[in-house]
């Protein structure tokens, strides 16, 4: 749903001069100094961009699904890492208070997540949970008007910077399911939350993870998201549908910037006494990359459209990011092929697209998940 669409249009607009200006220029220093550029990280918050999906009475710009998946676009066109320093504001970080967090909850934490005086992380993973999210095994044990943390988060994005927690712990020892998970608000500073060393990726080098750990970690009572036990996991699973098609939409957008780089290459490079681009092998390749890519921003289009209009769109979030994830790993794949052994040097774009795109068919459920989900919805629809 477009509200305004002169409005969006300025700020796609914007947002697109950003990417081409600023953030394309700077993209091999990130990789280098594998940090966001701190007047890159300035740039971000004035232009608001830690707030587009939060509502404006929070201080945000309060995109529309659609708006936002426009946006998204517009950033995957660049390194993966300059969105995902904000991404978590927006997406998982920020959702959860907002959806089933209590009213004095959103009132001291959300404004600040949307101009991004305060940078937020989601813990969900731990070493032995990945895929199966219900078996965590971090405890929250109530003593008083507090509750005692231990247990150990893993791949936490935003980790070794953030200065507020997202956490999942299990309340109910005797609930070995997700009834017995319950979701709080940790803030950096709090004692006994110990953050391990940065992890060395494949890819995405300026995007930080690591291991959170909670040693006796004391969180006061009122920070249990909602206010209850029993929740967490609940209100996980709420804020996948926006998440899904979010990072859908950004594998759209790095798709593109590559049928752009591979065009480009293919036109000024000669084989054969003529463009790459004239031969028809090479053709077929660009020909495949351009029409799914297209493929898979009508999918999120209209999957977004659904969600504005109102309509349970969880297959359909996991059809785009099951499809879209893939999609870009095919892209990147004859992206690096149609550059011949350039493609494989690091001082092209392309080479490192490679390897920053194989993350999107992990994060956020993986490609299996996601066809677990699409086929138990089916299942479940049909009965």
């Not at 029409?291 to 297959?315: F, L, P, Q």
């Not at 490192?352 to 194989?358: C, K, Q, T």
């Amino acid at each position: 749903m477009i509200r305004d669409p002169e409005l969006i249009s300025q700020l796609v607009d914007t947002i697109a001069r950003f990417v081409r200006e600023r953030l394309i220029p700077n993209e091999a220093r990130l990789a280098e100094e594998d940090a966001v550029p701190p007047e890159i990280l300035a740039e971000m918050k004035e232009m608001g961009l830690f707030g587009l999906s939060i509502p404006e009475e929070y201080g945000g710009l309060g995109l529309t699904m659609e708006e936002e998946a426009l946006v998204a676009m517009e950033i995957g066109k660049t390194s993966p890492a300059f969105r995902s320093v904000f991404g978590t504001n927006n997406g998982i970080g920020a959702q959860g208070i907002l959806i089933d967090g209590t009213e004095e909850q959103k009132a001291k934490y959300v404004p600040r997540l949307a101009t991004g005086e305060i940078l937020s992380s989601f813990c969900l993973t731990e070493p032995d949970s990945g895929s199966d999210a219900a078996s965590l095994r971090t405890t929250a044990v109530r003593d008083g008007d507090h509750y005692i943390l231990n247990g150990t988060k893993r791949y936490i994005t935003n980790g070794p910077e953030a200065d507020l927690y997202t956490v999942m712990a299990r309340t109910n020892p005797d609930n070995k399911g997700a009834g017995g998970i319950s979701a709080f608000i940790v803030e950096g500073d709090t004692p006994g939350l110990h953050r391990g060393p940065a992890d060395n990726k494949m890819g995405q080098k300026g995007a930080h993870t690591c291991d959170i750990i909670f040693e006796n970690c004391r969180v006061p009572a009122e920070n249990i998201i909602g206010g209850k036990e029993g929740q967490g996991f609940k209100t996980a699973m709420k804020v996948l549908d926006r998440g899904r098609l979010h990072i859908s939409a950004v594998c759209v957008g790095v798709a593109e910037r590559l049928v752009e780089e591979s065009l480009r290459y293919t036109m000024e490079r000669k084989q054969f006494g003529a463009a790459l681009a004239e031969h028809q092998l090479i053709q077929a390749m660009l020909a495949d990359s351009k029409t799914e890519a297209y493929a898979g921003k009508t999918m999120v289009m209209d999957a977004a459209r659904r969600k504005d209009a109102g309509e349970n769109v969880s297959t359909l979030a996991s059809c785009c990011k099951l499809f879209c994830a893939e999609m870009v790993g095919r892209v990147a794949d004859r992206a690096v092929q149609v550059h011949g052994g350039a493609g494989y040097m690091s001082e092209y774009a392309v080479e490192r697209f490679y390897r920053d795109v194989r993350l999107f068919r992990i994060y956020e459920g993986t490609t299996q998940i996601q066809q677990i989900v699409i086929a138990r919805n089916m299942v479940r629809e049909a009965s």
